[in-house]
């Protein structure tokens, strides 16, 4: 258990829709990420935030937001979903901006 | 930005046997990690290693920063150690991940 939760693990939901995930840090990481993993491929940075401010932005699409709060949890906000866009999103925290980074379990999104 | 190649890309071991897999990096990084991810999808860490050499029981590492390259050592693997191992590299704000090695061990 690497202490990053991430929430929910699995969602299926239909094209033009919009979904919220969460995740939590680990206790004392103030720096979150976001990752994108379609099938098969490589992890793809979206975007870090580091004590509640943006620090660094990927190939985020605009149909993207995501935010971190006062209480260092984070959430990625999907909008108007494509099939395209299914995948694996991954957050992880670290202690520093770029320290030892730790990656929760995933949420799986499949867009029909 | 910062790129990152993994060698090789795919790799099919007999049980036993040992490895060696590569991360070459194209600018000076802060910081390098290697991770496993196993079949069910989750991201192990395996090293966090921005110079110098480290072990972990059959496993070690090693990264030359000077040189931009960091080795991943597997000895006497098992069909556990299968997966993709990444490594990823940190500039100043951002980790990178290579592309990976897809490693299939065989009983």
């Known amino acids: 258990d690497s202490g990053v939760t991430q929430t929910p693990k699995h969602l299926i939901t239909a094209t033009g829709q919009r979904v919220t995930l969460r995740c939590s840090p680990r206790?004392?990481?103030?720096?979150v990420y976001w990752y994108q993993q379609s099938l098969d491929q490589g992890l793809q940075f979206l975007i870090q935030?580091?004590?509640?401010?943006?620090?660094a932005k990927g190939n985020i699409l605009e149909r993207f937001s995501a935010q971190q709060f006062p209480d260092l949890h984070s959430e990625l906000n999907l909008s108007s979903l494509e099939l395209g866009d299914s995948a694996l999103y991954f957050c992880?925290?670290?202690?520093?901006?770029?320290?030892?980074?730790?990656f929760g379990e995933g949420s799986r999104l499949t867009v029909l | 930005g910062i790129q990152v190649e993994q060698s090789p890309p795919d790799l099919i071991l007999q049980e036993g046997a040992n490895s060696t897999l590569r991360c070459n990096f194209s600018?000076?990084?802060?910081?390098l990690q290697w991770f496993h991810q196993n079949p069910w999808g989750q991201l192990i860490n395996l090293f966090y290693?921005?110079?110098g050499t480290k072990q972990n029981g059959r496993l070690s590492a090693t990264t030359v920063a000077t040189e931009r390259y960091s080795l991943l050592y597997i000895s006497s693997s098992q069909t556990t150690d299968s997966g993709v191992y990444f490594c990823?590299?940190?500039?100043?704000?951002?980790?990178?991940f290579g592309t990976g090695t897809r490693l299939k061990v065989l009983a």
């Open positions: 992880a925290s670290s202690m520093t901006v770029t320290g030892e980074l730790f």
């Open positions: 600018d000076s990084v802060n910081n």
């Open positions: 935030y580091y004590n509640g401010e943006e620090r």
């Open positions: 290693i921005p110079s």
């Open positions: 206790s004392g990481d103030l720096s």
């Open positions: 990823a590299v940190a500039g100043t704000y951002k980790y990178i």
